[in-house]
């Protein structure tokens, strides 16, 4: 059973993070770590889908999401194709564009998702019994990136087959004209739109926290955001080494200066 897609059903937590190093080192280490799903970001970056292959081979944990380029047949059928246990669909503003996501994901009669063999089935070995449960098991998580999208939050919710949503917020405050401020009092209102509308549909509402900390994570976590996306691997070493030298350049120059 896809214990992300089974949480997401139920609203219950789930920790991830976001892959955008395109190599399988970033995804083997995140893994271990021990998040519960890591989202390779084939949209932004340069990660394309021989590499995020590779990347999803390199986990033995954690559920590999894929967010795509692209809300197309094409781009969710060769994510799931290659191995992905759900995918994230950037920039999802009606209920049509849901509809749509929904259908490529799924196999008939619940969707339009071509057949072949490939990866997700163990090339043909597993055929069978992938068709019988893949429907089943694959997570579909739409992107609320827009104020069309918050506009139409109930619409998308109620569509067959979301599993959750996930706020994109920097290109929800720039569609707003507030790139950047999420603790404007606006952002606040419409987050609040989008949370009390998943509660009523009973669907997860997911949110990125880029540069988490402790008292963001346990904020989110009681506004009701269940689908949690912490930091992105990049952030983690940026933030580290940051803080790394930061301190070793202080220690230095402590020690220049009871040295003369």
Aim: glycine fraction near 8%; aromatic fraction near 6%; proline fraction near 3%.
């Amino acid at each position: 059973m896809n214990i992300v897609r089974k949480a997401l059903l139920e609203r219950r937590v789930t920790v991830g993070s976001w892959l955008q190093i395109g190599h399988p080192a970033s995804a083997e280490l995140l893994d271990r770590v021990g998040f519960d799903w890591l989202a390779i970001d084939c949209e932004h970056g340069i990660i394309d889908l021989e590499t995020a292959a590779a990347m999803m081979r390199a986990m033995n944990r954690a559920i590999p999401l894929v967010r795509v380029t692209e809300n197309s047949a094409i781009s969710i059928r060769r994510a799931l194709d290659a191995g992905a246990g759900g995918v994230i669909i950037p920039m999802v503003n009606t209920p049509e564009e849901a509809r749509r996501a929904v259908e490529a994901a799924k196999y008939a009669p619940t969707g339009n998702r071509g057949f072949g063999y490939c990866r997700a089935n163990a090339y043909g070995y597993d055929f069978d019994n992938y068709l019988e449960r893949a429907n089943d098991e694959i997570a579909v998580i739409v992107q609320i990136e827009h104020t069309q999208a918050a506009q139409n939050i109930k619409q998308i919710l109620r569509v067959e087959g979301i599993d959750g949503i996930l706020v994109g917020p920097y290109d929800l405050t720039g569609s707003m004209g507030i790139p950047g401020q999420l603790k404007n009092p606006k952002v606040k209102a419409i987050l609040d739109r989008i949370l009390e509308a998943c509660l009523e549909a009973g669907k997860s509402a997911g949110i990125h926290d880029v540069r988490p900390t402790r008292d963001s994570v346990s904020h989110l976590i009681e506004e009701g955001f269940t689908f949690l996306a912490i930091g992105v691997d990049m952030v983690f070493m940026q933030t580290a080494a940051q803080n790394i030298i930061e301190f070793a350049r202080e220690i230095g120059n402590d020690g220049m200066d009871k040295r003369q």
